[in-house]
């Protein structure tokens, strides 16, 4: 059955990655095969991010670009789906004519309904609103993933803390977990199929459970998935500070396949603008959480968020955000200028900060992290870690993978070497953003 062509353009996080992988899945189930450009395609879905301005930006661009193409061919289905999609509803339709559909947040399970809508009946077509129960927290991770084994799972979807300058609680809606059991027969299928690492998908994973009000936890998901047989790693992301426990801490010192690497957003070092941003923690208690997950978990990789710029960040909270980079020595971080997002309480906040003045500062953040990055990767030389192999890169003559702690290494190619070993790797060079090494 060959049923046409499909393009899905991506944009944002890992959570944006994975719905695309999903409606791969489901395009393909209705017959379609995967292209790599728009040109070629008869359907093209942009998935797409709001979280920053210029995330936003980079859409409606790609969306202009497609305007030429469909008047070439009239019968291209073009789609939105994701954040931006939720946001803007059917004012998208209005505001941009050669688009199709809207696919919000949690009706992407619809997706093959709405193409065969639009190629058969040539309706326009907006599925925005929320479900109580939402539908697409249950399409299962496609084996199809973004390596053959490597894979994400949702475990949530939402958000329900509003931080103040945060789109996200309005475009996700509130924080739904995915039930215990389903999780768990995902993943065993997953590992059934070779799947050797997962990544546990929600923008909270550390409030998994809360919603469902029925004992179940992170820390209970994680005790039953250590067991599943042919599971290597297993990852997660996002944590929120504030719900970090010790009981975390105490799993991943203890479980074997749960990775000592967390991803744990400081947005800022100073106690005013965390305040501010409603986070719910200052910077000594965020500390002492780092303090007691270094004490538990021995050489565990801490990556964090930064926001410089936040409505009121003086210079003098600024620098203690350079100072709390200084004093924690995160392996990695991602930096960002705030960016007034439209429904956020920080949108309208007085003293927004010139954006010259949030370059300035967002440089300086760069300077000092990359120093410390650096740091790290050649204080790795010389020493012999676990490398989940990944994939092979033929061009360079290089297999890649990355150690427990998320940090990528490449390894110059092995015959006796397979995607998906677990092999050992001295470090032979750190570099900025990666790691060389050699199998021992
Ligand atoms: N401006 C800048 N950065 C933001 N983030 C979220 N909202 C904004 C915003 N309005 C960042 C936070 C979050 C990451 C995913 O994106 O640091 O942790
Ligand atoms: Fe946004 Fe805060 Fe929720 Fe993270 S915890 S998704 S920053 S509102």
């Not at 379609?32 to 995330?55: F, G, H, L, P, Y």
């Not at 954040?83 to 004519?97: D, E, F, H, P, T």
């Not at 093959?112 to 399409?139: C, K, M, N, T, Y």
């Not at 990355?402 to 092999?423: Q, W």
Request: some cysteine; charged content about 25%; hydrophobic content about 35%.
């Amino acid at each position: 059955m060959f049923n046409g062509t499909y393009y899905i353009e991506t944009y944002g996080c890992q959570m944006n990655e994975h719905d695309s992988e999903k409606m791969a899945a489901m395009l393909e189930d209705l017959g379609m095969a995967q292209v790599w450009s728009a040109e070629d395609a008869d359907v093209v879905v942009i998935n797409t991010c709001s979280i920053r301005e210029k995330a936003e930006h980079k859409v409606y661009s790609a969306l202009g670009k497609l305007k030429h193409l469909k008047r070439k061919n009239p019968g291209m289905v073009i789609a939105v789906a994701g954040c931006v999609a939720q946001q803007g509803k059917s004012g998208l339709l209005a505001k941009i004519r050669h688009l199709d559909a809207v696919v919000g947040t949690h009706r992407i399970g619809e997706l093959p309904e709405i193409v065969r809508r639009v190629q058969q009946r040539g309706e326009r077509i907006e599925a925005s609103d929320f479900s109580p129960d939402v539908a697409s927290l249950h399409i299962p991770a496609p084996r199809k993933g973004r390596s053959p084994v490597c894979s994400y799972v949702t475990i949530m979807q939402g958000c329900s803390n509003f931080c103040s300058y945060c789109v996200v609680p309005y475009t996700r809606g509130p924080e739904q977990s995915r039930p215990l059991q389903e999780v768990v027969v995902e993943v065993e299928a997953l590992a059934n199929s070779g799947v050797r690492e997962v990544t546990l998908l929600g923008q909270n994973v550390n409030a998994y459970g809360k919603d469902l009000g029925d004992g179940t936890s992170f820390v209970r998901l994680l005790d039953e998935l250590d067991g599943v047989p042919g599971l290597s790693r297993i990852r997660f992301t996002t944590s929120h500070p504030k719900d970090f426990s010790e009981a975390l801490a105490e799993r991943m010192a203890s479980l074997g396949s749960v990775c000592e690497h967390i991803h744990l957003p400081l947005q800022s070092g100073s106690d005013r603008v965390l305040l501010a941003m409603g986070r719910g923690y200052t910077r000594a208690r965020y500390i002492e959480k780092i303090e007691t997950l270094r004490r538990k978990v021995p050489g565990a990789a801490i990556t964090a968020d930064i926001i410089v710029g936040f409505p009121g960040e003086t210079e003098e909270d600024f620098n203690q955000t350079m100072l709390a980079l200084e004093e924690i020595r995160f392996d990695q971080i991602f930096s960002f200028k705030f960016s007034q997002r439209p429904g956020t309480r920080a949108r309208n906040l007085p003293d927004q900060v010139p954006d010259e003045e949030k370059s300035a500062r967002l440089a300086k953040v760069h300077e000092l992290q990359d120093r410390i990055t650096l740091e790290y990767h050649r204080d790795a030389e010389g020493s012999v870690y676990e490398i989940l192999i990944e994939g092979i890169k033929h061009e360079s003559g290089q297999v890649f993978g990355r150690t427990r702690t998320n940090k990528i290494v490449n390894v110059s190619l092995s015959d006796s070497v397979r995607t998906g070993d677990l092999t050992r790797v001295k470090i032979t060079k750190g570099l900025k953003h990666s790691l060389f090494g050699e199998f021992v």
